[in-house]
C-alpha cells in the first residue's frame, strides 16, 4: 500500500468520526435542513467532475460523460445550497413582547 | 517587512490550501447548524467554501476545456437554483432525493472517465485506486437510480406501495453477486472499461430494485440512507482523483446520512434491516383484530373542542403527515394565536417520523410562521402530558398509538410514541374511521378520554378558529 493511500484512509476515518461528532449536536428541528445541508456539500464532487472534464482529448461520448456530470454536480451545488437558505429563514424564534414575557410562566 | 518565501509554493499548493478553506468552512457550516440562529449564516459560510473549491479547481494545472465547462455550469446553475425556489416545502423530500440522486450520479460518470483515463491497458491501476473506482461506480450508481425512484414515489408518479415479486430478495442477492463477481474481475487486474459500464447498468437495476420493495412511510429511513450513500460515494472519487476535499466533505455527509438513518429507525422502534427488508407496508391487520379494538368512539363538535380548548391552560398540538396533506398549517398557526390571546399555553409534539423526511414536520411549521421555540422533540414533550389539559391530534395516528407501548402483538411495539394518552383530555382530529398509513388500528381513539372530531384537517381546524374566537 502507498503512503499517499495510507494517509487518505487515515483522513477518511478522521472524516467520519468528525462528522459524528458535529452532526450528533444538530438539533431534530433542524434535520430537514440538515440533509439539504450535506445535500449540497456532496455537491463538491464537482470539482471531481471539473478536472475529468478538464483531460485533454477525450472521445466524444466521453466528452458527454464528463460535462453531464458537471451539469448534474453544478444544479446539485447551487440547488442544494438555495434551498437550504429558504428553509432556514423560515426558522424564528417567538417575538418577545412585553405581555409574552410577563406571561410567561417560566 | 520579511519576504516570506512565497516562491517555495507551488500552484498545486495553493489549490490545495484552498481546499483546506473549503474543508474548515464546510465543518464550520454544520457546526453552526447546531443553532436555528445562527444555522442560515452556516449555509452561507459553506457556500463560500464552495466557490473557493471551484474557483481554485479551474487553476488546476493541464485542466483544458474550460470554456464549455463554464458554459455547462452557466446552464446548469439557474436551473438547480429555480428547481430550489420553486419547491414546495411539503415537497421537500422529493427534493432532497432528487439532488442526492443527481450527486451521486456524477460520482458514478466521474469515476467511469477516470478509469478510461487511466486504464488504457490491464494491470496499470493501483489496488486502493481500483477499488475505489468500482466502489464509487457501484454506490454512486444504486444511489442514482434508488433516489430517482423515491423521488418517483414522493412525487407520486408511481405508487406509494410496496412493490413486490416473488423471489424479489434472492434476484436482488443474485444481482449483489455479479456485481461483486464483476467488481473483483476490475480489482484482480481484468481492466476493461465495459466490466465498468456492466458494474454500472446493473448497479443502476439494483438501486431501482432496491426502493421499489420500500413503502411510502418508510421513506425517511430511505432518504437518509441514500445521502449517505452519495456521501460515501463522493468521498470515494477523492480516492479515485487523489483529492482530500472530496474524501472529508463525502465522509461528512455519510456520517450524517448514516446517523440520520439510524435515528429514523430507532424512531419507528425497527432496525435499519428490517426498513430495507421487512416491506412493512404489506402487513395485514387481521379483521379480529381491528374489531377488537373497534369499541365506541365518540364525536364531538368543534364549538364543544373549543370551549375545551379555550379554558384549557396547557394545549399540546400533534401534528401528523394527514396535517400537511390537508394543507392545515397556517390555520393551526392561527388556532394557536387565538389560543395565547386568552393565555393558553401552547405547544407542538413533534414525532421525529411525523413528517416524509427527517425533521419534515419541523420545516413545514415554520413555514406556516410557527416559532421554533414552541415545537418540542417527542422526549421533550413526552414528560408534560401528564400536565396538558388537552392534546390536539391533527392528522397524526401510528405516532400516538399505546398499543407501541403496550401490546407486543401489535406491529408497532417498541416503536417510540408521544404518550398523547397522558393528557387529561384527548381531541383526535380525522376525516374518517380508516386505520392509519401502517394500517393498524388505534386504541387511543376509544379511550374514555378521547373525543373525534371528524372531517378534513383544514376545514376542522377554521372551524375551531371561529369557535374559538366566539367563545
Redesign the interface.
Known sequence: ??V??LI?LT??IL??F???E???????????????????????????????????G?PVW??I???????????????????????????????PTPTDEA?K?E | MIALPLASISRTDWISLAYIVTIVCFILALRFLSDPAHARKGNWIGAFGMAVAIVATFFQPGLKNIASIIIVMAIAAPIGAYAARAVKMTAMPQMVALFNGVGGGAAALISLADFHERAPAPDRLALSTSIAVVLSALIGSISFMGSLVAFAKLQELIGGRPIQYPGQQYGNLGLIAVIAGLGIAIVAGYEHLWVLVVIIVLSLAFGALFVLPIGGADMPVVIALLNAFTGVATALTGFVLHQNVLIVSGMLVGASGTLLTLMMARAMGRSVANVLFGAFGTLQVTAAEVEAAGGAVRPTTPEDVAVMLAYGQRVVIVPGYGLAVAQAQHAVRELATELEKRGVDVKYAIHPVAGRMPGHMNVLLAEANVPYDQLKEMDEINPAFDQTDVALVIGANDVTNPAARSDTSSPIYGMPILNVDHAHNVVVLKRSMNPGFAGIDNPLFVDPKTVMLFGDAKASVEKLVSAVKSV
Open positions: 500500500m502507498s499517499s493511500f487518505e483522513v477518511l472524516a467520519a468528525l462528522g459524528v458535529v452532526i450528533s449536536k444538530v438539533p431534530t428541528l433542524l434535520h430537514t435542513p440538515l440533509m439539504s445541508g450535506t445535500n449540497a456539500i456532496h455537491g463538491i464532487v464537482i470539482v471531481g467532475a471539473i478536472i475529468v472534464a478538464g483531460i485533454h477525450q466521453l466528452r460523460v464528463t460535462l453531464t456530470a458537471v451539469a448534474l454536480a453544478t444544479g446539485n451545488v447551487v440547488g442544494g445550497f438555495v434551498v437550504t437558505d429558504r428553509m432556514l429563514e423560515m426558522f424564528k424564534r417567538r417575538k406571561e410562566p
